[in-house]
């Protein structure tokens, strides 16, 4: 089945930018969404098709995807942006939903 | 305001039944695909299962196929999640989720209920 790996942690100061990597075997060829979770709530859409914000989001979420990498960037990060991160692909090979393991930001 | 609520969840033993229905508001139910995702304490999110519009279209996780059912009732703008022969790796927080296509597993979600499987 298709895995998707993230690193389990990343912290940054207040103010700079943020970079959670997705990587998989291919992953440009897949449409890759981004969730963000915060301590006993549910997820939230942050990204959407590689690159989409969704409505309230702020612009400072930003998504790419290119070779075996996909990437949630967060500029200016903010302490409120503290929280957990996942990455998800539907692999059509399996006829399922993948989600990555998670990625813990923290900020310094 | 897109609503969703999860409810139905609690405490069984294993080998044991849940039935989960998620109510829906606040959005033409009809037109989305629906997702059930789950979250084991201290873990990170998984997969269980989604629904096309019309129900004609069923997919699940591994680990549950041939033992949950997703259904929907859209007259009665409400999803649902049966679970049978419950195990204790199905402990989790089960979230329904509306999406916006099969790629994706949800653009809105519920506050999620906690299934125990425990003797």
């Known amino acids: 089945s298709y895995v998707l790996t993230q690193p389990p942690s990343v912290s940054v100061a207040p103010g700079k930018t943020a970079r959670v990597t997705c990587g998989g075997n291919n992953i440009r060829g897949k449409s890759v969404h981004w969730y963000q979770q915060k301590p006993g709530q549910a997820p939230v859409l942050v990204i959407y098709?590689?690159?989409d914000r969704p409505s309230g989001i702020p612009e400072r979420f930003s998504g790419s995807n290119s070779g075996n990498t996909a990437t949630l960037t967060i500029s200016r990060v903010e302490a409120g942006d503290e929280a957990d991160y996942y990455c998800?692909?539907?692999?059509?090979?399996?006829?399922?939903?993948?989600f990555g393991g998670g990625t813990k930001l923290t900020v310094l | 305001e897109v609503q969703l609520v999860e409810s139905g969840g609690g405490l069984v033993q294993p080998g044991g039944s849940l039935r989960l229905p998620c109510a829906a508001s606040g959005f033409t139910f009809s037109s989305y695909w629906m997702s059930w995702v789950r979250q084991a304490p201290g873990k990170g999110l998984e997969w269980v299962a989604n629904i096309n519009q019309d129900g004609s279209e069923k997919y699940y996780v591994d680990s549950v196929k041939g033992r949950f059912t997703i259904s929907r009732d859209n007259a009665k703008n409400s999803l649902y999640l049966q679970m049978n022969s419950l195990r204790a790796e199905d402990t989790a927080v089960y979230y329904c989720a509306r999406a916006p296509s099969k790629l994706t597993s949800g653009d809105y979600w519920g506050q999620g209920t906690l299934v125990t499987v425990s003797s």
């Open positions: 098709y590689d690159s």
């Open positions: 998800q692909v539907w692999d059509s090979s399996s006829d399922q939903m993948v």
